[in-house]
């Protein structure tokens, strides 16, 4: 059994009392390995304690006296409270930790000591978690304000250990990591950089050129080294288990790697970037890398002056975060919501004027972005123009950014259709739709329709445009 051991005690307490007093309660409790020993914040320097924690092969955790208040205990104690500031320092450490207790606290001179099973292995202690939490909270990508500092070997090597040790399919661990200082290598890789900077701008409408002109997309050589992260699609032979049915999991385990060395680097004061502004063949010609090498992810690392509060997309107003109630279905596609509330389609939510996802995401002063929407028709009639989307509802087309295709199964789903893509292009600063539905179908009909009701909820402005046969003779 697993077990959690709770411990209050005066200063300086000692190791044989505390032993006496912990070896009876978790006797009566019947026995089991004790995993976790806890007590309130401060008391894990106690030399007592931290001799019990390594005699009985536990972890010494801490917890706040303002978590322990939170919890119900069925012993408090006035005296207790008086001490330590909260009514129970043992009952409450053991239940803090989820763990169920299982006798009666003890008591010996100086100390108490409550016993809880859990019901599975423990998780980290609060202040452990709460770091792990955060560094994924505040991970960044930065491109900006790196400054002059060198790399030691000791830190990379913790990153790169990190980034190694990430899941991958089969065990297969089909990365490796090309680590680039020389500047001349890092000059050609931003010149590709920049080819596809500008090829970017030049596809964008006017407006959005203007604020994409603003952005800055990659610091290759603002940072002392660069780090191309690839990917060998064979790395471990013909049965490596779980790869035969989805050969992505390959590339999806490369892509994990690199989070892990993100968020290693995070918690070492070290910036990364990841920049995709290439195609991955010219890099793999100016690194030389063999043919069956693959880049995943190209990486500029280095020491920065700042970690920023938030993505710099939605600091320039680029770009929102997306709730995280849109993204949770429970049983099946479209019944969204946070755990613990009851799910609901995204028409119904559109359709509570008083919940509308315009409050949920700041939209204050983005510049004016109109998107064209045009619902079926021949793409190649319509994206000439760079505002355009046009949206598919019947076979699958051949791929193009222009083109989404949303092969909605009847008119309920059409609505839904609709409204997720407003949500989408909100998102992405959409402020204006004009919408032509060129398809002559009740599904394109209710897919305008859920364009209609998503832009109310969002407070998006839209026009429906009268729709004109591009080649029509008329
Ligand atoms: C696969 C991938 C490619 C990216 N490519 C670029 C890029 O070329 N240039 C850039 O400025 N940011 C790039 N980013 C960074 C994203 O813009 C960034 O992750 C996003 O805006 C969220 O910000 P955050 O990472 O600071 O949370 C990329 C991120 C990923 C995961």
Known sequence: MNLV??????????????????????AEAGGGKVRILITVDGRESEPGLQRLAAYLGAE???????ELKRQGVP??????????????????????????????????????????????????????RHVVHRVLAERRDVRRGFVDRPIPDDVLMRVLESAHRAPSVGLSQ????????????????????SAQRDAFAASLPVERRKQF????????????????????????GRHVLGRHADPRTTWFSAAIAIQNLWLAARA???????????KPGEVAAVLDLPAHIELVGYLCVGYVEEFAPTPELVRSGWASRRPLSWAVHHESWGRRGLPGAEPTSIAADAERAEQTTAQTIAR???????????????????????????????????ADFGVLWRPARDAAEGVETGVELVRDLMLQGATELVVQVVADSDVAEAVARGLRVGARACGIGLRDEPVELPHSSA
């Open 60 to 66: 010494l955790q801490t917890v706040a006296p303002a």
């Open 75 to 128: 012993s408090p104690s006035a005296e207790v409270e008086r001490l330590a500031g909260t009514p129970s320092v043992a009952e409450a450490a053991v239940l803090s930790t989820g763990a169920e207790l299982v006798i009666d606290k003890r008591k010996s001179a100086q100390a108490t000591a409550a016993v809880g099973r859990l019901a599975s292995a423990p998780g980290y202690a609060p202040g452990e």
């Open 213 to 236: 002109d603003g952005l800055k997309i990659e610091a290759i050589l603002d940072t002392p080294l660069n780090i191309a992260v690839t990917c060998d699609a064979g790395r471990g």
């Open 174 to 193: 089909p990365w490796d990591f090309l680590l680039i200082r020389e500047v001349g290598t890092r000059r050609k890789i931003h010149d590709l950089a």
């Open 268 to 278: 070492e004061g070290l910036g990364v970037g990841w920049v995709s502004f290439f």
């Open 364 to 398: 204050a002063e983005l510049p004016r972005q109109v998107v064209r929407v045009v619902i079926g028709g021949d793409p190649a009639d319509y994206l000439a123009r760079a505002d355009t989307l046009v949206v598919q509802i019947g076979d699958q087309p051949a």
């Open 5 to 26: 051991v709770g411990v209050g005690l005066r200063a300086g307490t000692s190791y044989r009392e505390l032993r006496a007093l912990v070896g009876e309660a978790v």
